[in-house]
Every structure is written in C-alpha cells, then in structure tokens.
C-alpha cells in the first residue's frame, strides 16, 4: 500500500480527518494524542493494514523560536512496518514541551516498552500508563534530559570532572576508594534469591547489568540494565557535519562497521540527492559482505565458547584475521572502517585484492563444513541449544526482533530482498530462515545455525559481486555542503539485523536529529520476556545466541 | 662422594642500584667434565619476583567496547599473548592488570573503582585506546568519562582507535619492562 491508500484506510476506519505531513520524503499522519492509542490500534488490527511492527520511536524537542510567542513543542515519531504486507507508515504526536505526556503504546507493541523508556530518559516525555517507566540508559540520579535543545551538562559526577579543563586542572588520582560503590538492587528483598550479573562479566558481550530472581537454579525473572555504555551519539551527531558523523556510525556496531556507514551514507544521499555510482555500489556491498562474515564468525565463535567448547572459537579468529587482512587493503582500517562517504566510497577495491578477497573465499568455504563438522552436530552442544528460549514468530514480530534472530524464528524478511538497496536486488541469494534443525522453531540452536548457513550466502554474493564489478567512478562528483528541510529513513540490513537512520534535517551543515535503530536494542529487550523458567547457565547461552553488542544497545 | 664445584655466574650478580640489572648473564660451568652441572643462578630477590611476575602477566577481562574486539583478536592466535604469560582471567581477585578496553561511562565509573580495588596487590592499570585515554571521539559526549584517568592511576596509555594487536603487545612488552626495573620487595618491607 501507498501512503496515500493507507492515510485514506485510517480515514475511514476511524472516521475522521488528520492532519498529513507530506512535504517530506517519508510523509507522516499527525495524530492528536488524545487519538494515538486509538490510531495505533487500528493500525496493527486491520487486515489491510497490519502494522505488526514498531521500528523505532523518537523524540525531536522542537524549542520555541527565540522572538516566537509560540510555546515549543516536542514530536514523538513512531515509525511502523508490516512484515504482512511489506509497507511502512510513520505517525507522529506533537506534545506541549513544558510538560509532555503521551499514552503509553508498550500493550498494542511489547517493543515500545524500552523505546519509551529511551524517550522518557534522553528527552523527559512521560508515558502514561507505562508500567516501568525509569532511566535506561543514563544512571538513576542523573539530572536533566540531554536531547533537549537546551540541556547544560554537569560540571562533575561523582567526583569526576567532566569538562575539559576541570580535567587538566584536577590531580592526578593515587587512591581509590571503593566504599560506596556496592552496586544494589532496589528490588525489595523476598525470599527467592537475587542475584547481580554484571556489569563486568565475561560472558555478556560488553558491558550491561541483570538483576537476577532464581528460584534455586531457575530463573524467575530477568531483568536487563543497560546503559552502560551509553555514549550520546545521537546528540554528538547534532554537533557535527553530516560527513563528519560517518566515523561515529562505526562505533555504534564495530563488529558490523560497513552496514552502519552505508546506512548512514544512504541517509544523507537521500538527503542531498546524491546518486552513487554503480562501481562505489559494487565496492560497498563487497566491503559489507565480508563485514558480515567478520561478524557472524565472532557471533558463531563466541556462542560454543559461552557453552565451554574453546577451540571453535580460535578457529574462527584464525579466518578473521584475514578478513581484517583484506580490509586494511580495502580501506586502511581492521575494525573501524569509515570507508564509505556520502555519495561513494572512500577508495577503490583493486584487482590484487579481489584476487585475494576469492582466494580466501575457495579456502573459506569448506572451513564452514569443517567447522559444523566440529561444533555444530556436536552432541552436547546440541543439547544445550536445542529447545532452550524458544521465541515464536509472534513474539519476534512484536518485540521487533531483526536480522537473524527474527529469521530463525520463521519470519522470512530481509532489507536486502523485500526493501533492496544499493545493488543487493540484481544478486542472487537465498533468505535463511530457521527451520527447527535440532528442535523447535525460533530456538537457540536455530539462531545460531541461521547465522552459520547465512556465511555460506554472503560467500555467493561476495563471488557475484567480484564478477559483476564494472569500471567507473566510485565516487559521485559533487555532494552539497547543506540538504533542504527533510525528513528521511534508511536502513541496511546488518549482521545484527535492520540498521535504521532516521535523519532529520532543517537545512543547515548539521542534522538536527540523528536517530540510530539497533539489533540488539530489541534483542536485549526480549530477553525478559523469554527467560522465566530458563537455567541460570541458559541465559549466557540465550545472550550468545542472540549476537547482542552493548553499544549497538546503548549508542 | 666427590666434591662438586658449583658453576658461577658472572655479571648477574652486578646489580645496580635502581634494580635494573638484567637476569641470564653468561654462566660459567666448573664442574667436572662429562657431570651435568648443577646451574646456580645469584641475583637480587627484587629482580627474581619481577622476572616471575613479569612473565605472568594475567590481565583482566575488561572489555567495553571497540577495543575489545582488538584485546580479543590479540589473545587469538596471531598475536597469542599467552607466549609472553600473559592470559587473561574473568575475576579482578586473579588479576594483576586492567586493561580498560573501550569506553568508559559516567555510568560504569563506580564499578571501575570497584574492580580496581578488587584486583590484587600490586595492579596496573593499562588504558588502551583513545576512549579510555582521553575521551577519544567521544570526548565532547555529555555521558563519557573524558579519560579513565579521573577514576583510577594509569600506568600506560596506549593510542588508537582501536589500537592494533601489535600495539597492545608491545603495551605487555613495555608493562614487562616497567615492572623489572621496580623495587618491589623494598616496598613489602615498608
């Protein structure tokens, strides 16, 4: 369905009139917001519509002009998606920003649960009638809201300086006193026992917190604290030009550097109108590829390393260190990458490195087989994956789970296929989706092999993309300095699933809002609703399986 | 029984006074000939414990971010830190170095006092990579410690964003030195 078809559907299902914003490039409904519940109802119920899947929900502080009598106000953007029918929609609210307040939409989406948190976190909107309604990523006794236009840091945290100069002025630090620093749980106490796994644990993939509740051996309730590292991209990327952002993209997914850069690169080329060449095309889905497999060997290699099986793991460093070989001849870079720019890529992929990129891919192929040979049919690893944090395609669905971790759950939907962007609709790749291998659908086991067999298809695309290469330019000749007043959406599919770059701009050299959409953002927030009932030694299992990276949570 | 001469060894005894004398200084057999000489090595307690502890450098596992791809990729098998001794352990009590790999947070702050007083006695601290040195890109963030330094003592800083594995071995290497040349069993007695 086209906006128009769909703006025309809410019309008369709901009987009445909103407002349209279409002067942007994805149009969005203005909704009252005493309607929101209303609208979003109707949304993910209708046949025609349904609007199963929340993506992502921002908050843009829109402060009042300086000589306006207006009041300012702030734009809460939920941007939705139907994997049914393949369409999207945005809606948005406008809320009063001295004191704004929202119904809560977390019972039509589980997804919205966390992303409200966010929101009521970075930006201060409150959501009426969420249930758990606190900070997720900055620490309990922070204060202010740092998206808002207006928001003046602290001068120090806890006895930490904060600026620059109060750094080089403070003295250097000899002691160390650990005396207050016991982290607790506010949980009342009761008589299961509770149990604090994190922040520093090896097996979490970075840094992140749960508050444990075991009953003995068996969890009662998980709950995740993230934030740990929450670096404020959104709001460096406010303060720095559109091309000066790029390098920040890496670090938001460093295993999937590529995928963040081209979602990025996609943005602004919408933004500025820039058409890329088909050779930078050609280059970059090359560079994402191997990305992907970089990716998806720590992800396979970690995961039997959680369950105790070390050597797989080795085995696969061994493979990476190549790739990080064929990258730094491609960009320079082993992890960082920041090789593409806004209209093209930064260097060209020569002919001595395609030759290496194929010579590696004949010895990489049957090393997957040797590696299933090794691990995956592994009876006690089987064993320990098989049937343990079922996630039914519902359930997936709801909580907007991406990538991998939704495939293997049944549900058949990939950017490069059903969205195709850059040149991924020309090339020839199957979807993987989990089949129920060694037990149920949407199992641990399945998530795990979806990425082993995913390898195999990112090698055919690789080898196609290597032979379809044409000559050209790889760079587009002019890119302006400053877009237009716009609003765009782009998104790449990851090794973690949909990256998603929602830019706003009002046509200065800076974005006016950056907003960053993660794999693991919704990954990490599943996991409460998966693990009741669950061993204890299951849950890193669960973690492993589900790829989830703490920066692609906490940006 | 026969009378066994002990073989001597030359210059290893030589130490300086700021403990800087090297160990493995020629050894000079005086056994009889065809007899396995009985090796007898004189040097000062201070650079025995610190060949010991250099050697056995086993490193926390502390990884936040970027950075923690590369500390990983160092211990793989290219790089292979274990040949200098040094593996990395999951619990700051078994620890004798924090490497803080990757971005530290206003956040995480209270729980890097809290494992650097949990590691023992005596601890270094490596800041690896640009986050943990100064901020590094993220300097200008309202949510970044600008340098792990305004939380805990740093012994070295290592540059790059992330550093290569090469850095972070050459980080061991010069970690290595900087414990042969202290006085450690001085500081024991007081």
Known sequence: ?555 | MTERTFPVVKDAAVAKDDGSAVLGATLTSCSQPGEPSPLVLTTKLDNLINWFRGNSIWYLLFATACCGIELMQTGGPRTDLDRFGAVFRASPRQSDLLIVAGTITYKMADRVRLLYSQLAEPKYVLAMGSCANCGGLFQGSYSVVPGVDSIVPVDIYLPGCPPRPEALNEAILRLQDKMRGERWFHRIKG
């Open chain 1, 1 to 555: 369905m086209e906006f128009r078809d769909i703006q025309e559907r809410v019309h008369t299902g709901l009987g009445g009139s909103f407002e349209v914003q279409d002067e942007i490039h994805d149009p969005a409904i203005i909704v009252p917001k005493e309607q929101l519940r209303a609208v979003c109802g109707f949304l993910r119920d209708d046949e025609s519509l349904r609007m199963g899947t929340l993506r992502i929900i921002t908050g843009i502080d829109r402060p009042a002009k300086k000589d306006s009598t207006e009041s300012g106000s702030i734009e809460v953007v939920y941007h939705l998606c139907s994997y049914v029918h393949g369409h999207t929609v945005v809606i948005k609210t406008l809320l009063d920003r001295e004191a704004p307040k929202v119904d809560s939409v977390q019972d039509i989406w589980p997804t919205a649960n966390w992303h409200e948190r966010e929101t009521y976190d970075l930006l201060g909107v409150e959501f009426e009638g969420h249930p758990d309604l606190r900070r997720i990523m900055l620490p309990k006794d922070w204060v202010g809201h740092p998206l808002r236009k207006d928001y003046e840091p602290p001068k120090e945290y806890h006895g930490i300086p904060t600026t620059r100069e109060a750094v080089l002025q403070a003295p250097r630090v000899e002691k160390v006193s650990p005396a207050q620093h016991e982290p607790k749980s506010d949980e009342p106490p009761e008589r299961f026992i509770q149990l604090n796994m994190g922040p520093h644990h090896p097996a979490t993939h970075g840094v992140l917190n749960f508050l444990l509740e075991t009953d003995g051996e068996i969890l009662r309730r998980v709950k995740p604290d993230v934030g740990y590292l929450h670096r404020g991209m959104e709001k460096l990327a406010e303060r720095i030009s559109y091309p000066g952002t790029m390098p920040f993209t890496d670090r938001i997914d460093y295993l999937g550097a590529m995928f963040t850069n081209h979602g990025w690169a996609m943005a602004c080329e919408k933004l500025f109108g820039v058409e890329v060449p088909r050779r930078a095309d050609f280059c970059r889905v090359i560079a994402s590829e191997l990305n992907r497999l970089a990716s998806h060997l720590i992800a396979t290699g970690c995961l039997p390393m959680e369950v105790g099986a070390f050597t797989p793991f080795i085995h696969w460093l061994r493979e990476r260190e190549i790739i990080n070989d064929i990258m730094e001849m491609i960009c320079g870079a082993r992890l960082t990458y920041n090789y593409m720019r806004i209209g093209g890529v930064s260097r060209d992929i020569d002919q001595a490195t395609i030759d290496k990129i194929l010579g590696w891919l004949d010895n990489f192929e049957p090393t997957i087989d040797e590696f299933n040979r090794l691990i995956s049919g592994n009876e006690i690893f089987v064993k320990r994956l098989a049937n343990m944090a079922v996630i039914p395609a519902e359930v997936a669905v709801g909580y907007s789970l991406l990538g991998p971790n939704l495939r293997a759950s049944g549900v058949d939907w990939d950017v490069r296929k059903n969205e195709p962007y850059s040149v991924y609709g020309e090339l020839e790749f199957d979807v993987v989706t989990g089949q129920g291998w060694r037990g149920s659908i949407g199992d641990s086991y399945d998530r795990y092999f979806c990425r082993i067999l995913e390898m195999k298809e990112s090698v055919k695309i690789i080898r196609q993309a290597c032979d379809l290469m044409p000559e050209g330019p790889i760079i587009a000749p002019k890119v302006p300095k400053k877009p237009a007043a716009n609003e765009v959406y782009a998104r790449t599919e990851g090794p973690r699933g949909e990256a998603g770059f929602y830019v706003v701009s009002d046509g200065s050299d800076k974005p006016y809002r950056a907003r960053y959409r993660m794999g693991s953002f919704t990954a990490m927030s599943v996991i409460e609703a998966v693990t009741p009932g669950l061993m204890l030694a299951d849950l890193v299992a669960l973690i492993g399986s589900l790829d989830t990276i703490a920066p692609e949570v906490d940006r």
